[in-house]
């Protein structure tokens, strides 16, 4: 396993470092646009809802597979880009869905007093959304985002089919030409858990902090 | 001219008809008491006069602004307008100090240091100048809606609208709230509307008392000609059930 290690540790490096970009990356992305589609689900507005609707149960309901396929083989068509970016969109969009369901049910389960009270003190709806309805939202959904935070790290492997040369992929590379598979498997792990294990012990550090 | 003038304003929820053809005038200054019984539109006529609920027909002016026409600003009357509610609705996430100083300095632009001497200024009014570091969840009922008094005055609006202000909260806290509402309706100019079960503050503090049922305005009368005298059967008949236990 050492052996393996050494010698092929800078493809695992590369891997890794691709994965861990990939993952930050479609972080962000997934939360900025789950948080909006959380927001256009709660907003009093009908046909707005509608549309929010639309699109989370598109990218909850089909596998993470296709939804990445059809970037990078179907947009691809008309939008030159890479496995690279057209895998991380896949992932961003389709964890979007999910960590948009997740805050709102956050949004839901804050008092609707308090959206009430901010409106009568002179808020605008979208100052109580920010200021007042989000910050007690997020710190409820806190533990279920961070389910969805690792699933996403879990899930950049989907990088290996569209050739995104993330952990996964070069993990399959060293497997078929060493025939070593065991060992390097094992390592592919090993590196994802870098990744997830401390991730995991933020969010729980974050859940106790802010409880 | 009235502070909030209402005219044949309807109100319904789906087939429910919650307000039916209020007329009413408060003026400019006056404390107004809303009572009657449960259900019977004292809340969803007070909620109406923010906005808070949206009438289906008829006018309500408040301020010199007709809104319930379409493209009245909300945000703009919400400004002279404060509420106090049963449930308090003090920001969860934002200690005592933070909740009266937000709005005046989102809303208002109030300068920082005014802000918060203002706001050390009204909670010491409301007794609770120790409590300005606290959160919410950390005070009692009595004292929650206090600084809930002390949020809405920090607008210096021209109307203050409380809702049931002492319903949520237990019998040995309700005295030091209506102490701080007696306070205001002494000392201020505002014009107060109060929806409330305390007919010892109605008598006391009200110039004018409003008894509604079944969503319309039965009888309006000045606070003592009420409580002597009532003229309609109906507000006799919830009078003595209140009053005589």
Aim: without cysteine; proline residues 3%; neutral net charge.
């Amino acid at each position: 396993m050492i052996n393996i290690l050494t010698t092929h540790w800078s493809d695992f490096v590369h891997g890794f470092g691709i994965t861990l970009l990939a993952s930050i990356i479609a972080l962000i992305i997934s939360m900025i646009l789950g948080t909006g589609f959380a927001i256009l689900e709660v907003l009093p507005n009908k046909f707005v809802n509608l549309v929010a609707r639309i699109y989370i149960e598109i990218f909850r309901n089909i596998p993470l597979l296709v939804v990445t396929m059809f970037f990078y083989v179907v947009v691809t068509q008309f939008i030159k880009m890479n496995g690279l970016v057209a895998g991380t969109i896949g992932l961003s969009l389709y964890t979007s869905a999910f960590i948009a369901e997740t805050v709102r049910a956050g949004i839901l389960s804050v008092d609707k007093g308090q959206m009430e009270g901010a409106r009568a003190n002179g808020l605008t709806y979208w100052q109580a959304m920010r200021i007042i309805i989000l910050p007690q939202a997020f710190k409820i959904v806190i533990p279920p985002l961070g389910n969805q935070f690792i699933n996403l790290v879990k899930n950049s492997s989907i990088l290996a089919f569209v050739a995104g040369f993330d952990l996964m992929y070069q993990g399959n590379e060293i497997a078929s030409t060493t025939f070593d598979t065991i060992d390097t498997y094992i390592l592919v792990g090993v590196f994802y858990l870098i990744i997830t294990l401390p991730l995991s012990y933020y969010m729980r550090y974050l859940e106790h902090k802010l409880a | 001219m009235a502070m909030i003038e209402f005219k044949n304003v309807e109100k319904y929820y789906g087939d429910f008809h919650a307000l039916k053809n209020i007329n009413l005038e408060i003026e400019e200054g006056k404390t107004v008491v809303l009572i009657g019984p449960s259900g019977s539109g004292k809340s969803t006529l007070i909620r109406t006069i923010n906005g808070l609920e949206q009438i289906q027909a008829g006018d309500l002016t408040v301020y010199g602004e007709n809104i319930a026409k379409k493209k009245s600003d909300m945000n703009i009357l919400r400004k002279n307008v404060g509420m106090v509610f049963q449930h308090f609705n003090l920001y969860a996430n934002k200690t005592v100090l933070e909740n009266i100083m937000l709005a005046p300095r989102i809303v208002l632009k109030r300068d920082e240091k005014e802000n918060r001497e203002i706001a050390e200024k009204l909670l010491e009014m409301v007794g609770l100048s120790d409590k300005g570091n606290s959160y919410p969840d950390m005070l009692s009922g009595g004292q929650e809606q206090r600084v809930a008094i002390a949020r809405s005055l920090a607008m210096k609006p021209k109307v203050l609208l409380f809702d049931e202000p002492t319903s949520a909260l237990d019998p040995e806290m309700i005295g030091d709230v209506l102490e701080v509402m007696k306070k205001i309706a002494r000392d201020s100019d505002m014009t107060m509307v109060v929806v409330t079960h305390e007919m010892g503050f109605a008598k006391q503090v009200a110039d004018q008392v409003i008894f509604m049922a079944e969503g319309a305005i039965i009888e309006k009368s000045p606070a003592k000609e009420f409580f002597e005298n009532p003229k309609e059967e109906r507000a006799k008949q919830f009078l003595s059930q209140v009053l005589n236990h």
